[in-house]
């Protein structure tokens, strides 16, 4: 079963708007993590925030997490049409083995 | 190597036939991991090794998948009398340590059971 979901599943903006893309966890973390998968391809890490911070930016990444609504943001500012790509998050529970349980993906489109 | 790699990229297998995929990860990544996408969906966690002891299998869906690691570098997941429900991509991902950060993902061997 998949821990997450992500919201939307969809989204399609023009070049040079924000994208903004949210995440639900079920159970308590250590950390979440956001990963990037071009159609066809694996997985690219993109950042990862753990269960004691708010915030985090990596270039034009900017990740939230609000572990007390259990729920995490990626905003991805400027898109490229580079940018076209699935989104997950992906959490490791606290509880039990530590391995990581992806949601169920946000597909981004950035047209030109 | 540079990367994970995954073999074969494509498989076809006739419902019945049994198959192997392999998975070559990052040299020294103590963690390795396997998960089964399929078409639209996220990953689904199938079974974890650290170094060659197979510490999770929980996610593997019957006793006709079965996986292995015994030199703790390369594995093989292995998929005895395939279903046409086995028809997904399966990704392999290795990390540096015991502990779940930064997964590091090959680019998946997509088998399409007819």
């Known amino acids: 079963s998949q821990q997450g979901e992500e919201d939307p599943q969809a989204l399609s903006i023009q070049e040079g708007e924000n994208a903004t893309m949210n995440c639900s966890y079920k159970?308590?973390?250590?950390?979440l993590q956001w990963y990037r998968q071009n159609s066809g391809r694996g997985l690219v890490h993109l950042i990862l925030?753990?269960?004691?911070?708010r915030e985090k930016h990596s270039g034009r990444l900017r990740v939230t997490l609000d572990t007390s609504k259990k729920s995490s943001s990626l905003l991805i500012t400027a898109s490229r049409a580079a940018d076209t790509a699935s989104y997950f998050c992906?959490?490791?529970?606290?509880?039990?083995?530590?391995?990581?349980?992806f949601g169920t993906g946000t597909r981004l489109l950035v047209s030109p | 190597g540079a990367g994970v790699s995954q073999s074969p990229r494509y498989k076809v297998a006739k419902r019945g036939q049994d198959v192997a995929l392999r998975c070559d990860p990052i040299?020294?990544?103590?963690?390795l991991f396997w998960y089964q996408q399929a078409l639209g969906q996220g990953p689904e966690f199938l079974t974890y090794?650290?170094?060659?002891?197979?510490?999770?299998k929980s996610g593997l869906p019957s006793d006709r998948f079965f996986a292995e690691r015994p030199e703790g570098s390369v594995s093989t997941l292995k998929i005895q009398r395939t279903q046409q429900e086995d028809s997904a991509v399966y990704l392999c991902?290795?990390?540096?340590?015991?502990?779940?950060?930064?997964?590091?993902f090959g680019e998946g061997s997509r088998l399409t059971v007819l």
């Open positions: 991902a290795s990390s540096q340590t015991g502990r779940p950060g930064e997964l590091f």
């Open positions: 159970t308590s973390i250590n950390n």
């Open positions: 925030i753990r269960s004691n911070e």
């Open positions: 992906a959490t490791d529970a606290k509880t039990g083995f530590q391995k990581l349980v």
């Open positions: 040299s020294g990544h103590v963690s």
């Open positions: 090794f650290q170094n060659e002891a197979q510490l999770d």
